[in-house]
């Protein structure tokens, strides 16, 4: 009794010094990088992890009242599975204690982690996740990219009016949130444009990871359609284009955003050339300032010409850590109505407003694979 009579005046000290110096307060903000770097979207996840990482050596810190804060870079890896995406984005939340979270890749995987940040009031800013699920009923979560219900019609409408196309095939990635979203899209786009509720002889699906088309492409080349759409994962996009030209189908094949990755060209080669797809951002027509900064910094580092959706990373880096000085907090609610602010900013792949929806509202690229390349055909405006 005599010794925890002595001890307890210690820890009453103790508490007391602790209460008058206060809580510890963070020497850093964390912004969460989630993406995926494993699994079948690992290139898509590389190339936006660049771009922030770019951006982060470019602007390291981030001024919040009048302490100046080193931001840290949180990257981890969703596997490309909505399962894993989950957890990880879970991992960001409760463990690392992120202020904001950058991501995802595929909009599939920016999904699974909506209700997580939703929960946890922890702003997210998604890069180049395109289906309209991945914000709508969500306060927390933002883009700084177009939606696909514009992107499906800037596609149906090349088609209609580029390629004088009456009749279309859809070759769809079910187990794809992003690629079914978009195709419905266009398909009711190039209904609309064509006055033909038939115009879309079929619709045809296969799985994520699938090697062999034979089946949909001997259905495709009995249909003898105008054109192909066939929005889905770079890989077995140019899978499909490679043995569909084997099987002698000679229909011009158009993608979507997620085609523009390295290994379309590799895997697809000279089976790909002629093919077009929307994307975001052109290194021929830079926008803003901030493109020209973005491009000369990729450019000494890496010594290639950068992917769209690097420029968006680039962006959700940026974007991000100007809500945050804005908000003068480091309170995940003030730091999302500061983003909701979000008003022209000049990103790396354009001006950056946030709608009622929080999604950001830009202009679409196409572009077509030309000599091996990923060359720029004309840019579409938003209506």
């Known amino acids: 009794m005599k010794r925890s009579a002595a001890v307890l005046p210690v820890l009453v000290a103790l508490a007391l010094v602790g209460c008058r110096g206060g809580t510890k307060q963070p020497t850093t903000v964390k912004l969460g990088v989630f993406e995926p770097m494993t699994g079948a979207n690992a290139a898509g996840g590389a190339m936006e992890v660049e771009g922030v990482k770019l951006a982060n050596e470019l602007y390291p810190s981030v001024k919040v009242g009048d302490k100046e804060y080193k931001i840290d870079l949180v990257v981890v890896d969703n596997k490309s599975d909505k399962v894993e995406a989950a957890n990880a984005a879970q991992r960001l939340v409760d463990q690392d204690k992120v202020n904001v979270v950058l991501g995802s890749w595929g909009s599939s995987l920016s999904m699974a982690a909506g209700p997580i940040v939703k929960d946890k009031k922890i702003p997210a800013v998604a890069m180049s996740a395109t289906n309209p699920l991945v914000t709508k009923g969500n306060d927390f979560y933002f883009r700084v990219c177009f939606i696909d219900p514009f ?4 596609m149906a409408n090349y088609a209609a ?20 979203g978009l195709a419905r899209f266009f398909a009711d786009s190039f ?13 045809l699906n296969y799985n994520t990871n699938d090697q062999d088309f034979t089946a949909q492409l001997t259905t495709v080349k009995s ?23 084997e099987l002698g189908i000679t229909a011009p094949f158009l993608g ?7 290994e379309f060209i590799d895997v697809g080669r000279q089976a790909v050339e002629g093919a077009v797809l929307s994307t975001f951002f052109a290194t021929e027509v830079p926008i803003t300032p901030t493109s020209k900064e973005f491009l000369d910094a990729y450019r000494k580092k890496y010594q290639k010409e ?4 690097t420029a968006l990373g680039f962006d959700g880096y940026l ?10 907090s480091l309170d995940g609610t003030k730091i999302r109505d500061a983003l909701l602010a979000t008003q022209s900013f000049p990103g790396a792949a354009g001006l950056i407003t946030f709608d009622q929806d929080r999604n950001a509202t830009k202009s679409a690229v196409i572009k077509v694979v030309k ?11 938003p209506q």
């Open 151 to 154: 992107q499906g019609t800037v």
């Open 371 to 381: 000599d091996g390349k990923f060359t720029y055909l004309t840019t579409v405006q």
């Open 256 to 262: 979507g955003d997620t085609w523009e990755a390295p």
């Open 161 to 180: 009016k580029d390629l004088k196309a009456k009749k279309a095939v859809i070759i769809r990635e079910v187990s794809n949130d992003y690629s079914v």
């Open 223 to 245: 249909m003898k359609p105008d054109v192909i759409f066939a929005p889905g994962n770079y890989t077995e996009s140019a899978l499909i284009i490679k043995q569909a030209r």
């Open 191 to 203: 209904k609309k444009l064509t006055a033909d509720p038939a115009a879309i002889l079929a619709e």
């Open 319 to 328: 974007v991000a850590r100007a809500a945050i000085e804005r908000a003068g």
């Open 306 to 309: 950068p992917a769209a959706v």
